[in-house]
T-cell receptor, first 105, second 112 residues
Framework: KNEVEQSPQNLTAQEGEFITINCSYS?????LHWLQQHPGGGIVSLFM???GKKKHGRLIATINIQEKHSSLHITASHPRDSAVYIC???????FGTGTSLTVIP | SQTIHQWPATLVQPVGSPLSLECTVE??????LYWYRQAAGRGLQLLFY??????ISSEVPQNLSASRPQDRQFILSSKKLLLSDSGFYLC???????????FGEGSRLTVL
């Protein structure tokens, strides 16, 4: 069993749609990270959160420590949001396999 | 702010040849440093991490090694590459008191 499970693995959305990506984990953590990997391979940190909710622009991340679950939401999705979104937890980091998002104009 | 530089960005090497990937960090001191590998279509796999100069922990037994000769320098090496070493290698940095992860641009290795 993987320590981090993400769903869905692949997601295609129309521009403007509200998107949700889910992450469940089985290890105890102090923080959870949401990362974005663009087609060229570069990875950018979107959020680090240990409780509650964080918002940055059109992106919202929530975490429920008791349920060991986090969600990443994208409001008013845009083609430039197309990327792989990765959830990571743990001290040396366990990574989910990522959710590949494609937003169609 | 922190920046991470990784090089080379792309390399093609024959089986059995040596490897050296270098990562340097600017804008912070005494960071935790990580080497990850991402095989095609797979998730990130932790290879090595370091909490200080000369301190290296390995997560996966393999023909790769890592060294941290200076506080902000992390090197990934191999004496003899295997075909299975092909992949995308990422260096990452974390300031312990903040915890956010910063990644280098990545190095894409193809072993032929």
């Amino acid at each position: 069993k993987n320590e981090v499970e993400q769903s869905p693995q692949n997601l295609t959305a129309q521009e403007g749609e509200f998107i949700t990506i889910n992450c469940s984990y089985s290890v105890g953590i102090s923080a959870l990270h949401w990362l974005q990997q663009h087609p060229g391979g570069g990875i950018v940190s979107l959020f680090m959160l240990s409780s509650g909710k964080k918002k940055h622009g059109r992106l919202i991340a929530t975490i429920n420590i008791q349920e060991k679950h986090s969600s990443l939401h994208i409001t008013a999705s845009h083609p430039r949001d197309s990327a792989v979104y990765i959830c990571a937890v743990g001290n040396q980091f366990y990574f989910g396999t990522g959710t590949s998002l494609t937003v169609i104009p | 702010s922190q920046t991470i530089h990784q090089w080379p960005a792309t390399l093609v090497q024959p089986v059995g040849s040596p490897l050296s990937l270098e990562c340097t960090v600017e804008g912070t001191s005494n960071p935790n440093l990580y080497w990850y590998r991402q095989a095609a279509g797979r998730g990130l796999q932790l290879l090595f991490y370091s909490v200080g100069i000369g301190q290296i922990s390995s997560e996966v037994p393999q023909n790769l090694s890592a060294s941290r000769p200076q506080d902000r320098q992390f090197i990934l090496s191999s004496k003899k590459l295997l075909l299975s070493d092909s992949g995308f290698y990422l260096c990452a940095c974390q300031r312990e008191e903040i915890g956010e992860l910063f990644f280098g641009e990545g190095s894409r290795l193809t072993v032929l």
